[in-house]
Structure formats: C-alpha cells, structure tokens
C-alpha cells in the first residue's frame, strides 16, 4: 500500500435513518423503505419513562419480517445512564448489525462496550459505531478512531451529532455550517487514518427539501460516506448525493479500461481524455465501481 492511512472496505451507508424504537407504526414503515441503514434509536427520541416499552417494541419488531437489504443499527443510552445496561442487554439478545454508542468522548467509551460484548460472546460481525457529538468527542476523534485498530475492536463508523455539539458548544445554525467545518474535517480525517465510515449529522428541518440538498453536497464534498436521517422524505436526496452518478461511473469504467489495455502495462501514470490519471486513481475507480454494482445489486433485490 503506497499510502500510510488503512484499506476500506465499500460499504453503503448513503441514507441511515433513525427511527424511534418507541414508535410501532414507524418501525413498520422502514420494511418498504429505499434506505440503506436503519439506526433503531432508544436514545434521546424516547422519553425515560418509555425506555422499557421502547426495548418490548423492538424486541416484537426484531422477532417479526426480516429487514431484507438494510444494516440494522441499534442506538443505546450511555452506559453511564440508568438505561445503558438494559439497552446493551437487549442488544446482545438481538444481535444487529451494530450498535451505536452515543456521545462518546474517550476511547475507553468503546472498549467498554467491546468488552461487554466479547464477555457475551457476541458474534465478529457485530460492529460498534460511535457518535462524535462533543466537545471531547471531537478533541479526541483521532484516538476514538485508532481504538478501531486494536485487536479484536468493532468500531466501524463514526456519526456526526450537531444537535449536541451545538448545545454543547453554543455554535449556531448557520448556512454553511460555517463555524463547524473544522471540526467535521477533523473527524473526516480521523476516520479516513483509520479505516472507518463517517455519516453525516441529522438536518432536522425535514420539510425543506432545498436546504437539505445543499447540506448533503456539503457533506458529500467533505468526504462523508452518506447521512443520518430523521425522515422518509430525505432518503432519496442522500442517497442521490452519496451515490456515483452516470457520469462519474463511466469516468471510473474508463480509467479502469486505459489500465487493461495493454498499452499501459508497466506505465504508472496514463491520459483519459485529455487527464493525466495515475494508478491511485485506478484504485479510487475500482471503488467507486465497486459501490455502483452494490446499489444496483440493491435495486434488483427489492
Ligand atoms: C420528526 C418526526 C417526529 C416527524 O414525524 P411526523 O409528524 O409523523 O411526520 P410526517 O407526518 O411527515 O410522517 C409521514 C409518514 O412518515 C412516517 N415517518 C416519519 N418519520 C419516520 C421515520 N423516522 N421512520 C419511519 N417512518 C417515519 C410517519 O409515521 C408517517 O407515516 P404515515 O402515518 O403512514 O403517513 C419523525 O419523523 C421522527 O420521529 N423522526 C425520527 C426522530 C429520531 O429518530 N430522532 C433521533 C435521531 S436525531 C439525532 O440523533 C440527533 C443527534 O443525536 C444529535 O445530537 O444531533
Ligand atoms: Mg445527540
């Protein structure tokens, strides 16, 4: 490998949408749902007194219709909350995809839940994913994200909270996001040294389609990997924005097919078209066409 950050593997994370585990009708809906991920939440959308209630729903959910073609996420309370254990409980009886950890502000945060889930025996393929949604979250991304490294860890993929770190912090709304950018590139860059997924913070104006469009190109031209989402209604516009488009699959199936030809054997460094593309790009077009086949793989199996 020519470069010192760690291999990635594809995976589609374009829309993940966060559903109430307290709300039946909603869990419902997410079975006829184009999205790739569900994040099935029993942090802050339910109420402490409907926590219980929240796990027996999700529990009869997990027991019910499989969720065909979608990462099934579950969001517990901090371990240091008085719901956290019963959550991680849960977790380890329906064993999902992953789970989602919130506020994390220390690598500690997620061997603790490793360890929880080692000790439980839980299966390899169940990941941990973390919110950076602090101030600490934030300032320590890059330790977080080299915790994914150590032997036996989960951690797979960062999530963005804005609601928090905005409270946290007394950063304003902004168009733009002006004054946070910082700190998002900084846990891009963090995730992007160690070999995880980043998606974007929730937009919680959900009727303004426009705003929405413009905060996912941002996001996209960031280098995230897809959005946390609150809405039915938003799924198309991220997953639209975190896809390769026409045009960027065909530049990808061409530089792929300049390197096949065997004019370029032994040549590092070729033009298409008019632009110099070096086998870094090569790579980069793999991915991007690795990820076309997975969507198109999606489309065919609904
Ligand atoms: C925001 C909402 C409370 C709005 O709900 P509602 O008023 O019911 O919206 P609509 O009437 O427009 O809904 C239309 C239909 O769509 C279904 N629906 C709505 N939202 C969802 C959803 N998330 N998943 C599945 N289905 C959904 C409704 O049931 C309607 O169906 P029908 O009756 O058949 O027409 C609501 O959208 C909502 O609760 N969203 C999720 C909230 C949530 O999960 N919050 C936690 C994540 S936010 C976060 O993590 C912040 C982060 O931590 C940070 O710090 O930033
Ligand atoms: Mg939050």
């Given at each position: 490998?020519?470069?010192?950050s760690?291999?990635?593997s594809v995976s589609?994370?374009?829309?993940?949408?966060?559903?109430p585990?307290?709300?039946?009708r909603?869990?419902?809906?997410?079975h006829?749902?184009d999205?790739d991920a569900i994040?099935?939440d029993l942090?802050?959308s339910?109420?402490?007194?409907?926590?219980?209630?929240?796990?027996?729903k999700?529990k009869?959910?997990?027991?019910?219709?499989p969720?065909a073609n979608?990462?099934?996420?579950?969001?517990?309370?901090?371990?240091?909350s008085?719901f956290?254990?019963?959550d991680m409980?849960?977790?380890r009886?329906l064993?999902?995809?992953a789970?989602?950890l919130?506020?994390?502000n220390?690598?500690?945060?997620v061997m603790?839940v490793?360890?929880l889930?080692?000790?439980a025996?839980a299966?390899?393929s169940?990941r941990i994913w973390?919110?950076?949604e602090?101030p600490r979250?934030i300032?320590?991304a890059?330790?977080?994200?080299?915790?994914?490294r150590t032997?036996?860890?989960?951690?797979?993929?960062?999530?963005?909270?804005l609601?928090?770190l905005?409270?946290e912090?007394?950063?304003?709304?902004?168009?733009?996001?002006t004054y946070?950018?910082?700190?998002l590139m900084?846990?891009v860059l963090a995730v992007?040294?160690?070999?995880l997924?980043?998606?974007d913070?929730?937009f919680?104006?959900?009727?303004?389609?426009?705003?929405f469009d413009?905060e996912?190109?941002?996001?996209?031209?960031?280098g995230?990997?897809?959005?946390?989402?609150i809405?039915?209604a938003?799924?198309?516009?991220?997953?639209?924005h975190f896809?390769?488009d026409?045009?960027?699959?065909?530049?990808a199936?061409a530089?792929i097919?300049a390197f096949?030809d065997?004019a370029?054997e032994?040549l590092?460094?070729?033009?298409?078209?008019?632009?110099?593309?070096?086998r870094?790009?090569l790579?980069?077009?793999?991915?991007?066409?690795?990820?076309?086949?997975l969507?198109a793989e999606?489309?065919?199996?609904?």
């Open positions: 490998m020519s470069s010192n760690m291999p990635r589609l994370r374009r829309s993940v949408l966060s559903v585990a307290i709300n039946s909603a869990l419902e809906k997410t006829g749902l999205c994040i099935f942090e802050d339910v109420a402490p007194e409907k926590k219980a209630e929240a796990r027996e999700l009869a959910f997990f027991s019910g219709k969720l979608k990462e099934r996420i579950i969001r517990i309370n901090t371990l240091s008085t956290g254990h019963a409980e849960l977790v009886t064993e999902p995809d789970v989602l919130p506020k994390v220390e690598p500690q945060d603790s490793g360890d889930l080692a000790d025996d299966p390899e169940l973390a919110m950076i602090t979250g300032l320590n890059a330790a977080i994200a080299e915790a994914g032997q036996g860890s989960r951690l797979d993929c960062f999530v963005l909270g609601n928090d905005r409270k912090t007394g950063v304003l709304p902004q168009p733009g996001r946070l950018v910082p700190w900084q846990v992007r040294a160690y070999g997924d980043a998606i913070s929730v919680n104006d959900f009727r303004d389609a426009d705003a413009a996912c190109a941002h996001a996209r031209a960031m995230f990997d897809g959005k946390m989402l809405h039915p938003q799924i198309d516009a991220a997953n639209r896809g390769p026409a045009s960027a699959i065909a530049e199936e530089i097919a096949a065997p370029a032994g590092n460094v070729i033009n298409v078209n008019g632009r110099m593309i070096e870094l790009h790579v980069q077009a793999e991915g991007l066409v690795h990820k076309a086949r969507i999606r489309q065919t199996a609904k």
